[in-house]
């Protein structure tokens, strides 16, 4: 019988709430999915991209671990690929408003 457990990869984010959390960690864990899931579901952002826009940030997502520190700097890699209007409306935006763009155009487009 194959075993349908949950499994989860030992990423540096999951390996630091199991070590602060050891007795809790999945409650920790689905708190925090939570909190994400609603961020996605309730930031409003007034980020607007024509649909050519948003396939030049999916053409930076592909391919890239896009963690933290990515997302923070989105608008550069994008004027670095050669879309300086675009990284321009970017370079405005909140880190909440870029996490959102980047899920909104499906998490599959990233390894992170």
Request: proline content about 3%; charged content about 25%; glycine content about 4%.
């Amino acid at each position: 019988m194959a075993d349908k457990r949950l499994k989860l990869f030992p990423a540096p984010a999951i390996i630091q709430v199991k070590q602060s959390h050891p007795d809790k960690f999945s409650q920790r864990v689905s708190t925090m999915l939570d909190r994400y899931q609603g961020l996605l579901e309730y930031n409003h952002s007034s980020l607007e991209l024509s649909d050519t826009e948003q396939q030049q940030v999916a053409e930076c997502l592909m391919g890239s671990v896009v963690d933290a520190l990515f997302i923070d700097c989105l608008d550069q890699e994008l004027d670095d690929a050669g879309y300086r209007a675009t990284a321009k409306k970017i370079q405005q935006t909140s880190y909440a408003d870029r996490l959102v763009l980047i899920e909104s155009l499906g998490c599959d487009l990233a390894l992170g």
